[in-house]
């Protein structure tokens, strides 16, 4: 019979590892961590459940320890879930936000210098780990709508170096300066 007095043993535990085959080559070759190598509620369950296996008889786990860590699984698995419901909201207003620009007039600066100054004729929509980004189409081109500084229902000059304050109907990206009442 083996000594049970050796707490060497008992007291490892091995975490679990997932492997998907198809994961791990993709991971592999790229060298890129992936989210998908995080532990989620299912290893945790099985950690949680190797410690109970293999805790030394003679000194069981502290019930205070396995309250605290229960506590802190469900303050993560609320986190994560209000994480994705903020997520959702707010692909819901870039949804709403980009399709309300549709026969409207934008002008929007480039990454390589250039403005692109028209009528909003379509959208595309692309979703990046859960994050919905729209490209909007304007005089033929794509458009990122993180580019947008101003946005009008009546068509924006090409210059846009005019001194005269915006119409009514227009919004703009660019802070104005001044004072109100003046």
């Known amino acids: 019979m083996p000594d049970i007095s050796s707490s060497s043993f008992l007291n490892q535990v091995q975490v679990p590892q997932t492997t998907n085959p198809a994961l791990s080559s993709a991971s592999a070759a790229s ?6 190598k995080q532990l989620g509620k299912q290893d945790f369950l099985k950690l ?10 003679m000194k069981p786990m502290d019930d205070s320890q396995m309250i605290a860590q ?23 207003q870039t949804i709403f936000g980009a399709g309300a620009l549709i026969g409207k007039y934008v002008q929007a600066n480039q990454s390589d210098g250039t403005d692109v100054t028209g009528a909003v004729t379509g959208i ?12 909007l189409q304007v005089n033929g081109k794509d458009v990122d709508y ?4 101003k946005v009008s229902s009546t068509p924006i000059s090409g210059s846009g ?3 005269t304050a915006p119409a009514a109907s227009t919004l703009s990206a660019t802070p104005t300066t001044g004072t109100a009442g003046s």
């Open 70 to 92: 229960m506590a802190q699984f469900s303050a993560l698995e609320a986190t994560q879930q209000l994480q994705q419901t903020i997520q959702q909201s707010n692909n819901v």
């Open 48 to 57: 949680l459940l190797a410690q109970m296996q293999n805790q030394d008889p």
């Open 146 to 149: 993180s580019t947008i500084v």
């Open 161 to 163: 170096t005019s001194t």
């Open 124 to 135: 595309d929509f692309t979703s990046t780990n859960g994050v919905v980004s729209p490209t």
């Open 31 to 36: 060298g890129v961590a992936d989210k998908t």
